[in-house]
């Protein structure tokens, strides 16, 4: 368990045992696939012997609890290494529960517009994948200069200090964040975040490197957005990507300093020779 700033506890990893126990306390479901006391198939808990019933409320429920004060990193390593659920616990999923906020809840928000949907396909965001995505945009723009590997610890560290921003700052950077994604719908289209293969044909999966070149190259467009058609554009992403150094920069070692400045950087200067 987290203990929030409140002092709150928060449940990061055993929720589902703790929701099933829950259940059976509340008769919402009977034993099943039992292998120690097999007597006991297909009792409600309602239908237990007393005896049983009193032993289980009785039951002490022993659980880990990072306290408050321990640095956020910390907190964050410790929680991967108790991770060991089923199903696994992802990063961005420790850090709704460790750095649980206005600027999460914010992100939640923006998961689910639309526009962000249609861009991005993510309909069904249950992992967070999306969610993570947009704290990307928004930790590289306002920090690019403090970027260091890795990038998970990089985003800890901006979550952590921008827990409760206030509502200033999230509305600039959920304004940014919306602003840049119709843009990027405007301009790139069925482009976006994907990368062509030597067949020309586009990679249905998103590649997060390249999101990251594209969201932030085109949140600094001044002005109005180039005109160009589909084709012309498509065979210009075409040459871009076929460039050595920023192919590397969105496929290999994409976490180091120097590929995250480097493919922003070129992806910038790719947008004004649109423009010229």
Same mark, same amino acid.
């Given at each position: ?88 616990? /992802? ?6 529960? =460790?750095?649980? +906020?206005? @600027?999460?809840?914010? !992100?939640?928000? #923006?998961?689910? *517009? ?105 949140? /600094? ?6 005109? =160009?058609?589909? +084709?012309? @554009?498509?065979?210009? !992403?075409?040459? #871009?990507?076929? *460039? ?33």
């Amino acid at each position: 368990m987290n203990q929030d700033r409140d002092e709150k506890l928060s449940v990061i990893d055993g929720n589902q045992r703790l929701q099933s126990i829950k259940l059976y306390l509340s008769d919402e479901y009977p034993l099943r696939g039992l292998t120690t006391y097999p007597e006991l198939e297909g009792f409600y808990f309602s239908e237990l012997d007393p005896r049983i019933s009193r032993h289980i409320l009785n039951r002490t429920l022993r659980c880990v609890a990072v306290l408050k004060d321990t640095h956020p990193q910390i907190k964050f390593d410790v929680f991967e290494r108790l991770n060991t659920g089923a199903v696994q616990v /992802n990063p961005h999923e420790l850090r709704h529960g =460790i750095f649980h +906020g206005d @600027l999460i809840e914010t !992100l939640d928000e #923006l998961s689910k *517009e639309p526009v962000w949907k249609d861009v991005s396909g993510i309909k069904n965001d249950k992992r967070m994948k999306g969610a993570e995505l947009i704290l990307r945009f928004i930790a590289l723009r306002e920090d690019l200069k403090q970027y260091k590997r890795p990038l998970s610890g990089f985003l800890n560290n901006f979550c952590e200090k921008n827990q409760n921003p206030g509502k200033q700052k999230l509305l600039s950077w959920k304004t940014s964040f919306l602003q840049t994604i119709k843009n990027v719908n405007i301009l790139l289209g069925d482009f976006a975040f994907r990368i062509f293969d030597e067949k020309r044909k586009i990679n249905k999966n998103i590649s997060a490197a390249l999101y990251d070149a594209q969201m932030i190259g085109i949140s /600094n467009i001044p002005g109005k957005l180039p005109k =160009i058609s589909q +084709g012309s @554009l498509k065979r210009k !992403l075409m040459a #871009l990507y076929q *460039e050595e150094e920023f192919r590397q920069s969105i496929t290999s070692g994409t976490s180091t300093s120097r590929s995250v400045r480097y493919r922003i950087s070129r992806f910038k200067d790719f947008l004004n020779s649109l423009e010229s």
